[in-house]
């Protein structure tokens, strides 16, 4: 049977001239958005110090933009110096979300000689430093806030904003993925507090002192076998032993990027049960959770 022209619906001139105008802009601002990639043959760079924070950036930012974190998985950030390859890698980030570790004054100065426009942004601003370690009278901050994911939240909404910045085109992506990330912490922030409801024991043993914000948020008693950046001596040992058996520990958690063969002495001595944990990671959230479901189980 024949088409019916009456069958056939008819979309007004001025609505379709609309329509196509409407989809038009959204094109070019897409084109616009991506034009310097598709000149220079690659995405927007964003730069973070840590792989966590190189975690939340690709999910605020998706896959459009390349993520680079000047410590790469694996290392210990305290000691981490990076090499002229690293340099070259992070050479051109347009923003570069900082934590405040020792390379990276030393290492900014680097990279605005050869890129002047590079903003920085410092992640500890809003947050309430703890005290860290101490040598020869020089004291300073613990890094670690990332382990509360109280403070991640506040870190998400600042890194949001900075990116929206950054990429205006991009802003209602970017802030869409902001409100599902802080959902998510929220979300994980809860989960932590019903783990730890059942637990009777409140204090656990690290090989190095990460989790210290992680337990002040929960109300925990972190003892650390690594005494002031360094390996304990046989007094400190003695030391640590009495408080271990005082707070009753019943888990020691180990970090791969760290010494922990004094945490393994101490655990095989007092048949503690050892979990590995890697808080340094981009699978960080998983970590945190999995420190307070091994503590709900005391």
Request: aromatic share 8%.
């Amino acid at each position: 049977m024949p088409l019916s022209l009456q069958a056939i619906p008819i979309i007004p001139l001025r609505l379709s001239i609309k329509i196509e105008y409407n989809l038009s802009v959204k094109l070019l601002k897409i084109l616009l958005f991506f034009l310097p990639i598709f000149l220079c043959g690659e995405k927007p760079s964003v730069m973070v110090t840590i792989p966590p924070y190189a975690q939340l950036a690709r999910e605020l930012v998706g896959d459009q933009v390349e993520v680079v974190s000047v410590v790469p998985a694996g290392a210990d950030m305290h000691t981490f110096e990076p090499t002229p390859r690293q340099v070259d890698a992070t050479l051109g980030a347009q923003i570069w979300f900082q934590v405040g570790e020792h390379f990276e004054k030393k290492l900014e100065k680097t990279l605005k000689n050869h890129n002047p426009k590079l903003q920085t942004v410092d992640l500890k601003q809003g947050v309430e430093l703890m005290g860290g370690t101490c040598s020869h009278g020089h004291c300073t901050s613990d890094l670690h806030f990332w382990l509360d994911p109280i403070i991640l939240k506040t870190q998400v909404k600042t890194m949001g904003a900075a990116l929206c910045q950054l990429f205006p085109e991009s802003c209602p992506e970017i802030r869409q993925r902001e409100a599902s990330l802080l959902a998510q912490l929220t979300l994980l922030d809860q989960q932590i507090r019903r783990n730890l409801s059942s637990s009777s024991k409140k204090t656990f043993l690290v090989s190095h002192p990460s989790f210290s914000y992680f337990a002040k948020r929960y109300g925990l008693t972190q003892l650390s076998v690594e005494h002031e950046g360094r390996e304990p001596s046989p007094r400190e040992i003695t030391r640590l032993l009495r408080r271990v058996k005082e707070h009753q520990v019943a888990v020691v958690f180990t970090q791969p990027q760290f010494n922990n063969k004094g945490a393994e002495i101490l655990a095989k001595q007092l048949n503690l049960k050892v979990v590995e944990v890697d808080p340094y990671s981009a699978s960080f959230l998983d970590s945190i959770e999995t420190v307070s479901k091994e503590l709900g189980k005391e």
